[in-house]
């Protein structure tokens, strides 16, 4: 069976002191969604290293509570998960909002499990901007 193997996210310690490893095997949804919140989270330029890594979604996600704003955003996040998810299908992006808190939804397909699942991320708010 094979293992995918990837520094965990967010970035962390082991108890010895190293890197935390994130390990799953491909039918394990705990790496792609660990995958998916890196991918999202991670500002397009932000790594020295590999540029283009991440999403576009900071850019508009926080312009203001706008329908056009959010559907560039789900775009932002296809596109994204597309060129650097390999693993999965997009079945459904959504963008809640609720006071002051923006939460993505995306709802996905594992390739190799053909199992649907969702995943929720907090991207910004009082507590995490």
């Not at 706008?66 to 596109?79: G, H, L, Q, R, V």
């Not at 923006?102 to 995490?128: A, C, D, H, L």
């Amino acid at each position: 069976m094979e293992i995918r193997r990837g520094i965990s996210f967010p970035f962390r310690f082991n108890s010895r002191g190293g890197v935390a490893i994130s390990e799953s095997n491909y039918y394990d949804d705990a790496h792609t969604k660990e995958s998916i919140m890196q991918i999202l989270l991670t500002s397009i330029h932000s790594r020295e290293m590999n540029p283009e890594f991440g999403s576009a979604i900071k850019n508009t996600i926080f312009q203001g509570n706008n329908p056009s704003y959010d559907t560039i955003a789900i775009n932002y996040i296809k596109e994204a998960l597309a060129r650097w998810e390999p693993e999965i299908i997009v079945k459904d992006v959504q963008i809640i909002r609720e006071k002051s808190t923006v939460t993505i939804q995306v709802t996905y397909t594992n390739r190799r499990t053909y199992k649907t699942t969702s995943i929720s991320i907090p991207v910004g708010g009082e507590n995490n901007e």
